[in-house]
């Protein structure tokens, strides 16, 4: 099992520019969510989602778009980018209930 | 919401000593206090995890420690090892689905 995989690793935008993160899970979990990681900041919730067609915002949701079509994948969408959403940018997934989330491997993004 | 607080923000120990890392959290109702290890340039990583109904785990040379009417909840390293050099996050949730993360602990183990 390749576990949780996102794409792209690495990625460099131009202020204005679009572009869509795609996170895959073959673990067949329910919950998918999407993080972003600043220096001195943690990781903070993007939007999450309990399940095929659904999403929520979570901690810091403007900027970003999602979408969960299918149970094994979790899009994440930003439609015009900003220099403030340089960033690493974190999938995670997991079973219901209070259990352990997977991390993907992160998706380092710069803007500039 | 639920926040998260984390102190300290770095730690350097000597290999062989312990460690503490501490968390409060402002939510009562949070249940679920996870912790992960995040190595330089890594994916985060569950170490050890607490539930509510518990006021302390361990797992071999980790453990955790919950104080329900403080709302803090504490990770304890003993015998430190250079590999346990990382970034600690401590976390906590109230709802299943949602977690909300500390800011990070960079912990230093030197020889």
């Known amino acids: 099992n390749a576990g949780v995989t996102q794409t792209p690793k690495f990625r460099v935008l131009k202020t204005g520019q679009s572009m869509t993160l795609l996170c895959a899970q073959d673990?067949?979990?329910?919950?998918m969510y999407w993080y972003r990681q600043d220096p001195g900041m943690g990781l903070r919730l993007i939007h999450y989602?309990?399940?095929?067609?659904?999403?929520a915002k979570g901690e810091v949701p403007d900027g970003y778009n999602v979408s969960r079509l299918k149970k094994q994948n979790f899009l994440l969408g930003l439609e015009s980018a900003a220099p403030s959403q340089t960033s690493v940018y974190f999938c995670?997934?997991?079973?219901?209930?209070?259990?352990?989330?997977?991390f993907g491997p992160g998706t380092r993004l710069t803007v500039l | 919401g639920e926040n998260v607080e984390q102190h300290p923000s770095t730690l350097s120990v000597q290999e062989g000593d312990s460690a503490v890392i501490k968390c409060t959290y402002s939510d009562s109702a949070s249940n679920y206090f996870p912790w992960y290890k995040q190595e330089l340039g890594k994916r985060p990583q569950l170490i050890i995890d607490?539930?509510?109904?518990?006021g302390e785990k361990k797992d071999q040379r980790i453990a955790v420690t919950l104080n329900k009417t403080a709302k803090h909840f504490s990770l304890h390293i003993t015998e430190t090892q250079p590999e346990d050099s990382a970034v600690y996050f401590c976390a906590a949730s109230i709802a299943a689905s949602k977690l909300t993360f500390g800011t990070g602990t960079r912990l230093q183990v030197t020889l």
């Open positions: 989602s309990v399940g095929e067609g659904t999403t």
């Open positions: 673990m067949n979990h329910e919950y």
């Open positions: 995670a997934s997991s079973i219901p209930g209070a259990k352990q989330q997977f």
């Open positions: 607490i539930r509510s109904n518990v």
